[in-house]
């Protein structure tokens, strides 16, 4: 007699507060490992880096696609930002992932919502300077969805370090339950990271903006022949940056990858950041400077 081969369940699409949290408790009750990748959808080989490490950590695995209003400034892509949803749920089914948390804007801040998570000290500079109240809006978005779905384990990609650090602070601060997963970048094969925004960009633009991988490759030289100077280091960066007429180059530092404070020279982890408007498009990248004995490694 032969056993009855069973097809896996089918991915479930979840546009609910209430639903998710029952679900996300049942899970719970099983004792399952459930694992969340909170994105804003446009999902692109990135996005699908951190749900195969999800896939190999947790069951189930929850993937949010929520493009949450209160991260973006009154000038910012708000309105035009990519939404996808239906190819997004197609690739994820793929993937096997077991549910896509998909609320709308109402749901997560309905009528009357008026509370917002600050971290202090970590989200002034760098993109905190150049998008007010983005970091307030991330925090609190992040905060809402770890309640709602209380994961085992979350994943973040370090592309964002500045905000990653932030969420990991959040998370310390507030003793929250969540492991926080951070994984690498992953890049095309000219270096230029994935980013959904990279679908704003003409072809002239896409050219353009290996720029950012090209500076931090740049440092990533000098730091192997001896470099550990950041105004050597960022002098160099700049000047590889501004060799390309299509971009303007918004910042550059390098920064203790606890603080985000700068740093005068290499003596433990750093990153170095580097932010740039390439036409209308504006994109973010980094480097990870770790200590390896008596040198460095860098991971772009």
Known sequence: MHSEVRPPPAMETIHTVAWMKQVAAEARREERVL????T?????????SLVRAARQQSSPIVVSIFVNPKQFGPTEDFQKY?????????????LGVDYVFAPSGEEMYPAGFRTAVVVEGLGERLEGRSRPGHFLGVTTVVLKLLEIVQPRLTFFGRKDAQQVRIIQQMACDLNLDPEIVVRPIVREPDGLALSSRNAYLNPSDRAAATVLYRSLDMARRGIAAGERYATQLLADLRQVVESEPKVALDYAEMVDADTFEPVVNLR????????ARVGGTRLIDNALIEPAGESFSVTL
Do not use: I, N, Q
């Open 268 to 275: 433990k982890t750093c990153y170095l950041l580097v932010a």
């Open 82 to 94: 990519p939404r996808t949803l239906d190819a997004d749920r197609a690739v994820l089914e793929k």
């Open 35 to 38: 694992g969340l990748v909170p």
């Open 40 to 48: 804003m959808g446009a999902l692109h080989e990135g996005h699908l």
